[in-house]
């Protein structure tokens, strides 16, 4: 049976960049960085406590991918103090937290125009 999701991958124009903002920034841990192919490094890092992975690497074929919207989200406990802490690190929103009577959330994009959701838990 299937356990847990492994890992998603953010596309990347220079992961040498999108390495910076992802552990300078959010505040991710690199757990596996290594040469992939002459182009190109796998980059895992990991969220916290979390087990699921996030790596830098854009599949061949896969570059039209790059600065899309993340089909997913980024969850923490406070949207508003996560999003003050992110913005005074130079974390660029599209969209300010806003309130839903699902949840609250704010949309944040990386260097390379990737958009993501930060969601409350």
Sequence with gaps: MITHLKFVGIPTTDQQRALRFYTEK?????STDQPFNEKQRWIEMRIANATTRVVLFTPEGHENR???????????????????QLK???????????????????IFTDPDGNRFVLSST
């Excluded at 959010?26 to 690199?30: K, P, S």
């Excluded at 005074?88 to 959330?105: D, S, T």
């Design 26 to 30: 959010l505040g991710f841990a690199v």
């Design 66 to 84: 790059i600065g899309t919207h993340f089909n997913g989200s980024f969850a923490c406990d406070n949207v508003q103090a996560t999003y003050r």
């Design 88 to 106: 005074e690190r130079g974390v660029e929103f599209v969209a300010e937290p806003q309130k839903q009577p699902w949840g609250e959330f704010a």
